[in-house]
């Protein structure tokens, strides 16, 4: 059905630039589909190509335009992209039967080629992959809105959708990877379809519903109400979806794969686009980490934006945010002792670590917290536990004391970017929060405890990079000492 769709939008592309120079790579890119299975695709659809269409229908505009008699021959054969008014002539004669020179004559006729519209009524059932698309909770807010609404109300319309979707697409997105990988659905003649399932079910469809999105929320002009983050978050969606990926090795399979989507017969490439399953959290340690995972997680970015602020409100029950800032620190080196999980109130074995962290004064590192520091080694919860440890930030180098741990921490990742664990990065976001201390820690009802889940969430609402796994690290904040209760919360980020 999406390759049809993908004639009609192939169709409505001409029709806009029949006046202006295109190519058959031009329209392909704009139905996210290679060149040489479109022109399979169109011919088989609608019985021509896609030179003959822009030909027949360029021809029969340009006897339209010299019937009106408003421009000269030579003015309309470059309107039409002809390089010669002669080599205009000999296309119009043959497709018309007259020359140009005739056609403002008494009674002369002149063939018209009308925009082929494709119709199609379908019975029966969709086949498994067709349904997978299906699966996507899909933006349809256009169907819904009435000019009763206020822009509050039809903010919240897309704030409830965001919240369906990341329930559900995730779960989409893993099907989807394990798709790619089932090699009985790539035989050779499977491939134009499963182009159009990918390129247009997918792809296309996420980029029209980021383009819908963008002219529904910039069309609610109340201040304060759209999270500015989301144009950012839509911003990443599309790059991805333009083919836009990070890892160099990734960017050349996905480049590959729109110029040639023939490639995917080679499961090497499919393995590539389709990574590993991350789960319903997406946060499922992974071997490889595709072109889906990208698109997996530029669509939770999205959604994030849109529904996590509100979220953040209600999760703080009995205590609120105080302040939240981003750090970006220099080099600095970590200094602690195990935390011991059995007894973590054993305030003598905490006076004692900190009392040594005194000693080491001419280090300070200007962040002087005690911290309850944890991290999972660069590596996913799913597989690594935490491994927590009570100490202080210090400077770079600064000398480890008999029986104590250390773990480095560096400005920016190194040139390569392929090492997990430490050094980690000395970026993170400093939340502090007042009220009941009881409430701050409470786990039920949160993914950690309270202070995490609201910590990580306001990042995530505003759309910057969590290291996640690699980098990714946390701390709990003893504003007043190691003998007080945590009231602050650190959470690694990418800035």
Not at 136 to 152: A, V
Not at 156 to 185: E, Y
Not at 285 to 290: H, Q
Not at 430 to 435: E, N
Request: proline share 4%.
């Amino acid at each position: 059905m999406y390759w049809l769709q993908s004639v009609n939008k192939a169709i409505t592309f001409m029709e806009r630039n029949m006046t202006n120079k295109i190519g058959i790579e031009d329209i392909s890119r704009e139905v996210y589909s290679s060149g040489a299975h479109f022109q399979r695709i169109f011919h088989l659809v609608t019985g021509i190509t896609l030179g003959e269409y822009i030909r027949n229908r360029r021809l029969s505009l340009a006897g339209r335009d010299l019937r009106l008699q408003k421009e000269k021959i030579t003015e309309i054969a470059m309107k039409y992209q002809y390089d010669t008014p002669e080599s205009f002539s000999k296309a119009f004669s043959r497709f018309h039967g007259i020359k140009p020179s005739e056609v403002p004559a008494k009674g002369s006729r002149l063939k018209f080629y009308s925009p082929l519209i494709i119709n199609i009524s379908v019975e029966g059932g969709f086949d498994t992959s067709f349904k997978l698309i299906d699966n996507f909770c899909w933006n349809n807010i256009d169907d819904k809105i009435t000019g009763t609404l206020s822009d509050t109300e039809k903010y919240q319309m897309v704030v409830d959708w965001s919240r369906t979707a990341r329930g559900q697409n995730p779960d989409v997105f893993d099907s989807l990877t394990d798709w790619i990988l089932d090699d009985p659905q790539w035989t050779e003649d499977k491939l134009v379809e499963n182009e159009q399932i990918l390129m247009n079910g997918v792809l296309a469809r996420f980029k029209e519903q980021n383009a819908k999105l963008r002219t529904y929320l910039s069309k609610i002009t109340c201040p304060d109400i759209v999270n500015e983050a989301v144009w950012g978050a839509l911003d990443r969606f599309d790059g991805q979806l333009r083919g836009k990926a990070v890892d160099p090795g990734l960017q050349k399979a996905v480049e590959d794969m729109f110029r040639n989507f023939s490639i995917m017969k080679d499961r090497r490439i499919r393995e590539l686009i389709a990574g590993n399953r991350t789960g319903s959290t997406g946060t499922d340690s992974v071997e490889l980490y595709g072109y889906i995972n990208c698109l997996k997680d530029c669509d939770a970015g999205v959604q994030w934006t849109l529904f996590m602020p509100q979220f953040v409100r209600e999760q703080q029950k009995d205590f609120r945010l105080k302040s939240f800032t981003y750090k970006a620190l220099p080099a600095m080196r970590f200094i602690g002792k195990k935390w011991l999980e059995h007894d973590p109130y054993d305030r003598t074995r905490r006076r004692e670590v900190i009392k040594t962290l005194d000693t080491l004064a001419e280090y300070k590192s200007g962040f002087d917290y005690d911290l309850l520091f944890m991290h999972h080694k660069g590596k996913g919860v799913d597989v690594e536990p935490r491994h927590g440890f009570l100490g202080r930030f210090m400077k770079a180098d600064t000398p480890v004391p008999n029986g104590f741990i250390s773990v480095d921490f560096v400005p920016q990742r190194d040139a390569e970017g392929t090492d997990f664990g430490p050094p980690y990065l000395s970026q993170f976001s400093f939340a502090v929060f007042t009220g009941d201390v009881a409430a701050m820690h409470r786990t039920d009802g949160y993914d950690s405890d309270a202070m995490y889940d609201v910590t990580r969430n306001i990042i995530l609402g505003q759309g910057v990079q969590i290291p996640y796994p690699d980098k990714y690290w946390t701390a709990e904040v003893f504003l007043n000492g190691a003998e007080n209760d945590s009231t602050a919360y650190l959470f690694s980020v990418e800035l």
